[in-house]
């Protein structure tokens, strides 16, 4: 079975064929507005947003489930105990330490980092401005990796 050549793609290359947004949220979004956002687009990765739509930080599906149904778990982290009394935002529960691509890198240095990193929607900022310009979707990889002409 031969690969699929990805050597030769950038990341503006990948989003010109496969048009796909990430899912962006407000910094103070509340838990159930971000799963909200996530299951209607049926995703697995939030990015949060700023008031001047940067995006400051990640919000990954199992972070939220964690926080949305901690009161069935045994033991509780200090910030699980705090959410019950305030509903923690956006900005509380993401990662600000999040995994990015630009426009200009190649895809095969790209799927790397988003496979180190476990995510199934990565987001390609703008180098210059760095304003969302898209999402590289993990399954999107997979499918084209499969029809190998």
């Avoid at 990954?60 to 045994?74: I, K, M, P």
């Amino acid at each position: 079975m031969s690969q699929p050549c990805f050597a030769n793609k950038t990341s503006a290359d990948w989003l010109n064929q496969h048009q796909s947004k990430p899912v962006m949220v407000d910094e103070n979004a509340s838990i159930d507005q971000i799963i909200n956002a996530l299951l209607i687009e049926d995703r697995r990765d939030a990015y949060v947003v700023n008031a001047d739509n940067k995006v400051i930080g990640h919000i990954g599906f199992a972070n939220v489930a964690t926080h949305l149904l901690s009161e069935h778990r045994v033991t509780h982290t200090h910030r699980q105990l705090f959410a019950r009394v305030i509903e923690p935002t956006a900005k509380e529960l993401m990662d600000p330490h999040f995994t990015s691509a630009y426009e200009d890198e190649l895809l095969c240095d790209v799927i790397h980092r988003q496979l180190d990193h476990g995510l199934d929607d990565l987001i390609v900022l703008s180098r210059d401005t760095h304003v969302p310009l898209g999402a590289i979707q993990l399954k999107d990889v997979l499918a084209e990796s499969l029809c190998l002409e």
